[in-house]
């Protein structure tokens, strides 16, 4: 059994930033693909970023692209979202996903990943 547990969640002024990270536990490997996806209140969850098991592959939806940066370290089972230039619209309740995977591949669909974290929340104040 694997657990993904978010944290680094909270509030703050639009224009500010924050850093998410998520603790792999458990039966983990590091061929792992590690995502974030994030779903506001009335809304579908939605894909944020995505990252190889080696880091150098990375993947960001288009509303972050350029603000957001995914990372990971394998030593730790760790993955990192920082998220500069937060906007209103981006207030949501983000979760980190992982799957194991092939070299190359970064799905973007919540349908591909295996293991989900509790969620960590994240409020934007205009």
């Known amino acids: 059994q694997v657990q993904l547990l978010e944290s680094g969640g909270g509030l703050v002024q639009a224009g500010g930033s924050l850093r998410l990270s998520c603790a792999a536990s458990?039966?983990?490997?590091?061929?792992?693909?590690m995502g974030w996806f994030r779903q506001a209140p009335g809304k579908e969850r939605e894909f944020v970023a995505a990252i190889s098991w080696t880091g150098g592959i990375t993947y960001y939806a288009d509303s972050v692209k350029g603000r957001f940066t995914i990372s990971r370290d394998n030593v730790k089972n760790t993955e990192y979202l920082q998220m500069n230039s937060l906007k209103p619209e981006d207030a949501a309740v983000y979760y980190c996903a992982a799957r194991t995977a092939k070299a190359g591949w970064v799905p973007s669909l919540d349908s591909e990943y295996t293991y989900w974290g509790q969620g960590t929340q994240v409020t934007v104040s205009s």
């Open positions: 458990g039966r983990t490997t590091s061929t792992w693909v």
